[in-house]
């Protein structure tokens, strides 16, 4: 059982986080403008090694055809990630060292979600998986991810 489906098996479908410490994380990751302001990204649920974004689409995020922009998908997963390993202010950086995206499917509905989850920690190297849902919860796209500890000076 995974970290989703055991907290949704304790906690009735949701992931349980003191809203203080939520909000102290919300406000260290609203100096990421372009996330938070640009695009709308909010920060809903976070662990070591684990988060959930979400954002509310408007037609900022739709392409000429009315599509969401791949760079939406994106970014709201390249959010994901540095959540799930920066939200811990004590600890050395993570930044992204390459990313592959899989568009799945067309994102349906006014929302959508970004889930990141760590595949393996390392000393200084880490990989995740970040599964993007629409507000159905249809699976858009997979996002893999390798990050790199940037050691403290």
């Avoid at 060292?97 to 880490?126: F, H, N, P, W």
């Avoid at 507000?135 to 990050?147: E, I």
């Amino acid at each position: 059982m995974n970290r989703i489906d055991a907290a949704a098996a304790v906690n009735g479908g949701c992931l349980v986080i003191g809203m203080k410490e939520l909000e102290k994380v919300r406000s260290f990751f609203s100096d990421d403008k372009y996330a938070t302001d640009a695009t709308g990204i909010v920060i809903e649920d976070y662990d070591e090694g684990y988060a959930k974004v979400a954002l509310r689409l408007d037609k900022r995020h739709r392409n000429a055809v009315g599509h969401v922009m791949g760079a939406v998908y994106y970014t709201l997963a390249d959010f994901a990630f540095a959540v799930a390993n920066n939200h811990d202010t004590e600890k050395p950086v993570t930044v992204t060292l390459s990313s592959t995206i899989d568009y799945l499917s067309e994102v349906k509905g006014d929302s959508m979600y970004a889930v990141a989850e760590v595949l393996k920690e390392g000393r200084k190297i880490c990989y995740y998986r970040i599964d993007i849902f629409d507000d159905d919860g249809c699976k858009c796209a997979v996002v893999m991810t390798k990050g790199y500890r940037v050691p403290k000076e």
